[in-house]
């Protein structure tokens, strides 16, 4: 199968953060990968010049399944040659949540009247609004949905993918002379894996920051590993970005950052005691049910388990809450919250020998 067309949103471009520019960049790239249809698209342009101004659905229509009709009718996309994978990737980055759920709306009903000789491929962290969207109607009995998840076995090849840097940081690296023939050790290798959590974005976050041509590897992986403090640039400001953008939508974040303190310091060992949803409400004088309204805009980050405890999918979340330098506006200041804690404890002591 062969790529139609492509587009990938992005958060950090404004001409990708929105779908204002969706369908004209698909269906300037059908034009050019399929140049029979380009009269064909053109005319309805000309036909309607402020087509690229009216809804995705119209533009979808008018621009994407009529021109593409005729093509279909005649058999072209039935031969394996023919280009029909249509690309989305990033959906999560359009900013405006309503976008999320139109585009893929859009093309759902497409699909349902028009049956278009097209595949789209959209990826996407799973936040609530996509998910949504792809549970219902038509979409929940004509899509396949593959998680990335531990059971494509992540933790392999990002051990491949660091393994294969680290010889390229040895063998071309300007201050190569500077670097030990066994570094870095096996067990930093298996601290790196760790803590990527089955993604790639920290792995890759973390070599870029190593391979830096302006300074020694071995410095920047002691500061990665949290050995030698950051000089002036952060190792992972990428990644903490991306944590921040994910929280900016969040309705109620001292409530959260509650919940979340729970989860990351009263969850873990020393203390064995696992809380669940209803414990943590109970703790927190909340609601049924409320814990899992409050994450609900963090189901890229955080999964309820069967048994309602919480499982944070990235071990570096973490590591980006307690340090104010990486969390500022979200830092949780783990002594405070402990107190915080001890003394509800004692609240809730008093209120059982009364």
Known sequence: MLLLASFFFSRNDPSRS????????????????????????LGAIERDPLIFTKSLAVQFTSLIVA???????????????????VIIDGL??????RAQQNIVEVIANGYRQHRPPLIFVIASRPEQDISLAFSTGVLLTTTTRIALDESYLPDADIKLFLTDKFQEI????PRRAYIPPH??????????????????IYAS?????????????????DIVLGIRPPQRDLPFSELDTLYTHILTGVEDMERVLDILSIVFFCSYPPLTLTWTSP????????????????LGDLNSLLHFEPDQSIHVLHA??????????????????????????????LQILQLKGK
């Not at 414990?279 to 409050?294: A, C, S, T």
């Not at 590591?319 to 949780?332: G, L, N, P, Q, T």
Request: glycine fraction near 2%; charged fraction near 20%; charge should be positive.
């Open 18 to 41: 929105n779908a204002s520019s969706l369908i004209a960049t698909i269906v300037y790239q059908i034009i050019l990968n399929l140049p029979d249809m380009r009269e064909t698209i």
């Open 67 to 85: 021109p593409l009709q005729a093509l279909s009718e005649s058999g072209f996309f039935s031969e394996t040659i023919s280009r029909r994978l």
């Open 92 to 97: 999560d980055e359009c900013s405006d949540h």
């Open 170 to 173: 040895k063998s071309s690296h």
């Open 183 to 200: 570094w870095p050790l096996p067990h930093v290798l298996g601290q790196l894996i760790a803590k990527s959590s089955g993604q790639f």
């Open 205 to 221: 976050t973390a070599i870029r920051y190593v391979m830096s041509i302006r300074h020694k590897p071995t410095d920047r992986l």
């Open 279 to 294: 414990m943590i409400e109970n703790f927190l004088l909340l609601q049924p049910g409320d814990v899992e309204v409050y």
């Open 316 to 345: 570096s979340l973490t590591d980006f809450f307690v340090d104010y330098s990486h969390s500022k506006k979200f830092w949780i200041n783990y002594r405070a919250r402990h107190a915080a804690f001890a003394r509800r404890c």
